[in-house]
Nanobody, 122 residues
């Protein structure tokens, strides 16, 4: 499985962005997909994840109510809709996938995108 992110960029605080992650290999109900981020000088943090088959999701407290993960089965693509963006959301965002249920821990994910920069100006 290869993952490719798109949709990052520069946005003002309060604005919105939608990230996309398209898988080259087939992702099916056996997989979970997630988004992680790494801010400058910080560790890679969990943002959100989804069980591809059942659709159950989980979010980091810092993004609850602002970010939404979704998927398009036909396009083999997962999205991250980010609203009400804050400067502290500035980071490189990574899409990840694993066989099995969703986890919060990045080390349990087997497949990774190259990362995409999101910058929120104040």
């Amino acid at each position: 499985v290869q993952l490719v992110e798109s949709g990052g960029g520069l946005v003002q605080a309060g604005g919105s962005l939608r990230l996309s992650c398209t898988a080259s290999g087939r992702i099916n109900s056996d997989y979970a997909v997630g988004w992680f981020r790494r801010a400058p000088g910080k560790e890679r943090d969990f943002v959100t994840a989804m069980d591809w088959g059942g659709g159950s999701t989980n979010y980091a407290d810092s993004v609850k109510g602002r970010f939404t993960i979704s998927r398009d089965n036909a396009k083999n693509t997962v999205y991250l809709q980010m609203n009400s963006l804050k400067p502290e959301d500035t980071a490189v965002y990574y899409c990840a996938a694993r066989r099995g249920i969703l986890y919060f821990t990045w080390a349990l994910y087997d497949y990774w995108g190259q990362g995409i920069q999101v910058t929120v100006s104040s």
